[in-house]
Protein backbone atom coordinates (compact mmCIF):
# COMPACT_ATOMS: atom_id res chain seq x y z
CA UNK A 1 0.00 0.00 0.00
CA UNK A 2 1.07 3.92 -0.95
CA UNK A 3 0.17 7.02 1.05
CA UNK A 4 -0.33 9.88 -0.61
CA UNK A 5 -0.68 13.56 1.38
CA UNK A 6 -2.31 16.81 0.21
CA UNK A 7 -1.91 20.27 1.73
CA UNK A 8 -5.84 20.68 1.95
CA UNK A 9 -8.23 23.21 2.97
CA UNK A 10 -12.31 22.30 2.37
CA UNK A 11 -11.82 19.40 0.54
CA UNK A 12 -9.14 20.86 -1.95
CA UNK A 13 -5.36 21.45 -2.64
CA UNK A 14 -4.19 24.85 -0.48
CA UNK A 15 -2.64 26.67 -3.33
CA UNK A 16 0.11 27.16 -0.59
CA UNK A 17 2.14 24.21 1.26
CA UNK A 18 2.71 26.09 4.35
CA UNK A 19 -0.50 27.73 4.97
CA UNK A 20 -3.15 24.58 4.83
CA UNK A 21 -5.22 23.87 7.18
CA UNK A 22 -4.48 20.34 7.26
CA UNK A 23 -3.34 17.16 5.25
CA UNK A 24 -5.50 14.90 3.51
CA UNK A 25 -3.74 11.17 3.58
CA UNK A 26 -5.04 8.67 0.89
CA UNK A 27 -4.00 4.89 1.38
CA UNK A 28 -3.42 3.15 -2.29
CA UNK A 29 -3.95 -0.17 -2.49
CA UNK A 30 -2.15 -2.91 -4.87
CA UNK A 31 -4.87 -2.26 -7.48
CA UNK A 32 -3.92 1.89 -7.20
CA UNK A 33 -7.48 2.73 -6.35
CA UNK A 34 -8.41 4.73 -2.74
CA UNK A 35 -8.47 2.40 0.23
CA UNK A 36 -8.89 5.22 2.62
CA UNK A 37 -8.40 8.45 3.52
CA UNK A 38 -7.78 10.48 6.66
CA UNK A 39 -6.71 13.92 7.86
CA UNK A 40 -4.37 15.11 10.08
CA UNK A 41 -4.40 18.88 11.42
CA UNK A 42 -1.42 21.34 10.07
CA UNK A 43 1.05 22.39 12.39
CA UNK A 44 1.30 26.05 13.02
CA UNK A 45 3.63 28.61 11.08
CA UNK A 46 5.49 27.14 7.90
CA UNK A 47 5.39 23.84 6.60
CA UNK A 48 8.90 23.60 6.05
CA UNK A 49 10.40 24.78 9.38
CA UNK A 50 7.46 22.06 11.30
CA UNK A 51 7.90 18.71 12.27
CA UNK A 52 5.24 17.70 9.78
CA UNK A 53 7.99 15.63 6.97
CA UNK A 54 9.29 13.31 10.00
CA UNK A 55 5.17 12.93 10.59
CA UNK A 56 4.30 12.06 7.50
CA UNK A 57 7.33 9.98 6.82
CA UNK A 58 6.47 8.24 10.15
CA UNK A 59 2.72 7.52 8.84
CA UNK A 60 4.30 6.11 5.87
CA UNK A 61 3.39 8.47 2.92
CA UNK A 62 5.83 8.53 -0.19
CA UNK A 63 4.15 10.95 -2.15
CA UNK A 64 3.25 14.89 -1.48
CA UNK A 65 0.80 16.32 -4.35
CA UNK A 66 0.84 20.07 -3.78
CA UNK A 67 -0.01 23.60 -5.36
CA UNK A 68 2.75 26.29 -4.65
CA UNK A 69 5.88 25.23 -2.30
CA UNK A 70 8.94 26.86 -1.68
CA UNK A 71 12.52 24.93 -2.25
CA UNK A 72 12.87 24.44 1.50
CA UNK A 73 9.66 22.37 1.95
CA UNK A 74 10.79 20.44 -1.16
CA UNK A 75 13.63 19.81 0.09
CA UNK A 76 13.02 18.67 3.84
CA UNK A 77 10.55 16.39 1.96
CA UNK A 78 12.70 14.77 -0.33
CA UNK A 79 15.11 14.16 2.55
CA UNK A 80 12.19 12.31 4.29
CA UNK A 81 11.67 10.02 1.25
CA UNK A 82 9.04 11.91 0.00
CA UNK A 83 8.54 12.43 -3.64
CA UNK A 84 6.91 15.71 -3.87
CA UNK A 85 4.66 16.71 -7.27
CA UNK A 86 3.90 20.95 -7.60
CA UNK A 87 1.46 22.57 -9.83
CA UNK A 88 -1.99 20.53 -8.28
CA UNK A 89 -5.23 22.04 -7.75
CA UNK A 90 -8.62 21.23 -7.46
CA UNK A 91 -10.50 18.30 -5.55
CA UNK A 92 -8.35 15.76 -3.19
CA UNK A 93 -9.61 12.80 -4.77
CA UNK A 94 -9.50 13.97 -7.73
CA UNK A 95 -6.16 14.80 -7.78
CA UNK A 96 -5.33 11.78 -6.68
CA UNK A 97 -7.22 9.77 -9.02
CA UNK A 98 -5.11 12.07 -12.12
CA UNK A 99 -2.21 10.94 -10.26
CA UNK A 100 -2.51 7.40 -10.65
CA UNK A 101 -3.55 7.69 -13.94
CA UNK A 102 -0.30 9.47 -14.83
CA UNK A 103 -2.25 12.57 -16.18
CA UNK A 104 -0.14 14.29 -13.39
CA UNK A 105 3.54 15.49 -13.47
CA UNK A 106 5.81 18.16 -11.44
CA UNK A 107 5.25 21.54 -12.35
CA UNK A 108 8.94 21.98 -11.20
CA UNK A 109 7.86 25.82 -10.23
CA UNK A 110 9.36 26.93 -6.48
CA UNK A 111 7.37 29.68 -4.97
CA UNK A 112 10.00 31.99 -3.85
CA UNK A 113 7.88 34.75 -2.79
CA UNK A 114 6.09 33.38 0.29
CA UNK A 115 4.26 37.17 0.28
CA UNK A 116 3.00 36.82 -3.08
CA UNK A 117 2.34 33.08 -3.04
CA UNK A 118 0.42 33.37 0.28
CA UNK A 119 -3.76 33.58 -0.63
Avoid at 21 to 33: M, P
Avoid at 50 to 76: E, F, R, Y
Avoid at 95 to 111: K, P, Q, T
Amino acid sequence: MMKIALPSRNNRIDDHFGHCEYFAIFQIDSNRVIASEQTLAAPDGCGCKSNIAKTLADMGVKVMLAGNMGQGAVNVLKNRGIKVVRGCSGDLQEVVNDYLSGRISDSDIDCVDHISCHH
